[in-house]
């Protein structure tokens, strides 16, 4: 069965810091790749994705992740956080099994 | 403007009473799917639907109901709720089916007294 493990579950950055979430999933198949953010009080909007290619994928305000097969990873990273970038980002692999989920909280 | 829109948005009601949440997406998408987002447990899929008249379950569809007799609705019906459906709800609809990139609707927060 697919399954997607997020490992942090509430993560405190200082602005400026680098953030890097973790992303794991469990499937035999074929992987489509997401990552969705929901800013307090929005509903989920995609993030960046990953079909094939290019395993490093850059998504929407300076977002970024690695597919590595071998590791069946797919992590999140931004070089540096801002207030903004407050909200809850979710992994999701072929867009049915959604992760628990992060919370990030960036202090001004 | 393309969306995917819910009503309610907030909703309290009391157990065995009947609700229906509705979702209706203007981009003629194929696929909806129906989730509640609980703490600590991320999204979880309640039932989907690849097209009209097609739908499956997804990983929590106890409880639950739903029907898709044209492309742009996809309702969630709850027969008879419990206070253990007390959740956010969110719809959501894309292009090529599961594989796909998912628009979301803005939420239903629904609590079952």
């Known amino acids: 069965a697919q399954s997607v493990s997020q490992h942090n579950h509430h993560v405190i950055l200082s602005e400026a810091a680098s953030l890097e979430l973790g992303c794991n999933y469990s499937?035999?198949?074929?992987?489509?790749l997401f990552w969705y953010v929901q800013y307090p009080g929005q509903h989920l909007q995609l993030l960046l994705k990953y079909f094939s290619g290019d395993p490093l994928v850059k998504g929407i305000k300076g977002f970024e992740a690695e597919f590595i097969k071998s590791k069946f990873s797919f992590n999140l990273r931004k070089p540096s956080v801002q207030w903004s970038d407050t909200a809850e980002y979710f992994c999701a692999v072929n867009a049915g099994r959604f992760g628990a989920g992060t919370r990030l909280t960036v202090k001004p | 403007e393309a969306q995917v829109t819910q009503n309610p948005r907030y909703l309290i009601t009391v157990t065995g009473k009947k609700l229906t949440v509705t979702c209706s997406q203007n981009?003629?998408?194929?696929?909806m799917s129906w989730y509640r987002q609980d703490p600590g447990l991320g999204l979880r899929q309640i039932y989907y639907?690849?097209?009209?008249?097609?739908?499956d379950k997804g990983d929590v569809p106890e409880g639950y109901k739903v029907s898709r007799k044209e492309k742009r609705n996809f309702p969630l019906i709850l027969e008879s709720p419990s206070p253990n459906q007390t959740s956010l709800y969110f719809c959501?609809?894309?292009?090529?089916?599961?594989?796909?990139?998912?628009?979301f609707g803005p939420g239903t927060r629904l609590t079952v007294l």
């Open positions: 499937y035999g198949g074929t992987v489509n």
């Open positions: 981009m003629n998408h194929e696929y």
């Open positions: 959501a609809s894309s292009d090529r089916g599961f594989v796909d990139t998912q628009y």
């Open positions: 639907s690849m097209n009209v008249e097609v739908t």
